[in-house]
T-cell receptor, first 115, second 112 residues
Framework: KAGVTQTPRYLIKTRGQQVTLSCSPISGHRSVSWYQQTPGQGLQFLFE???????NKGNFPGRFSGRQFSNSRSEMNVSTLELGDSALYLC??????????????FGPGTRLTVL | GIQVEQSPPDLILQEGANSTLRCNFS?????LQWFHQNPWGQLINLFYIPSGTKQNGRLSATTVATERYSLLYISSSQTTDSGVYFCAVERYSGAGSYQLTFGKGTKLSVIP
């Protein structure tokens, strides 16, 4: 079974631009979560989608948004990029049925650098 | 929110040595996972262990949910064990959703 895939793997943007990251979960998984990892703040939860609905959102500004498609693939968007948005963005998938996420499996991440 | 504390923050081992990593959490949780992050950033699942003990080769984990801690044991360490080990707890956050809260990790360096 293929694992979680994320594209692109690396991205360089300038302040003020916007960016879209993509995540394809493990086949059969319906829950997709996004996390941001920075040296200062560690791994922080961004949001979770299940069956195209956002079920939960972390404490991030509205510039961070996401969506999930009917095939469970998910995208996250960051608008008006700031230097502090430079981070490794990780996507995780799980079965997510019955209100319980269950074991989460992570993709390789997208490393975003904002100049 | 729930607090997750990992210790030690850094650990240097000679190849072949054994080690114990600890994860304390401040409230009841539904599940707990241990991950190993390799130098390229990939988080690799080690254990999904809400309670009890599990073993996988040279690694084993024990979670005592009633006392709010989990331990990860690494025996006969190898240089490939180097990296950062994360503990993450899953807790119901409302609206049918669970989320993972991560500790800050233990950075392990195994030297030949």
């Amino acid at each position: 079974k293929a694992g979680v895939t994320q594209t692109p793997r690396y991205l360089i943007k300038t302040r003020g631009q916007q960016v879209t990251l993509s995540c394809s979960p493990i086949s059969g998984h319906r829950s997709v979560s996004w996390y941001q990892q920075t040296p200062g703040q560690g791994l922080q939860f961004l949001f979770e989608y299940f069956s195209e609905t956002q079920r939960n959102k972390g404490n991030f500004p509205g510039r961070f948004s996401g969506r999930q498609f009917s095939n469970s693939r998910s995208e996250m968007n960051v608008s008006t990029l700031e230097l502090g948005d430079s981070a490794l963005y990780l996507c995780a998938s799980s079965l997510g049925s019955g209100g319980a996420s269950g074991e989460q499996f992570f993709g390789p991440g997208t490393r975003l650098t904002v100049l | 929110g729930i607090q997750v504390e990992q210790s030690p923050p850094d650990l240097i081992l000679q190849e072949g040595a054994n080690s114990t990593l600890r994860c304390n959490f401040s409230d009841s949780v539904n599940n707990l996972q241990w991950f190993h992050q390799n130098p390229w950033g990939q988080l690799i699942n080690l254990f999904y262990i809400p309670s009890g003990t599990k073993q996988n080769g040279r690694l084993s984990a024990t979670t005592v949910a009633t006392e709010r801690y989990s331990l990860l044991y690494i025996s006969s360490s190898q240089t490939t064990d180097s990296g950062v080990y994360f503990c993450a707890v899953e807790r119901y956050s409302g609206a049918g959703s669970y989320q993972l809260t991560f500790g800050k990790g233990t950075k392990l360096s195994v030297i030949p």
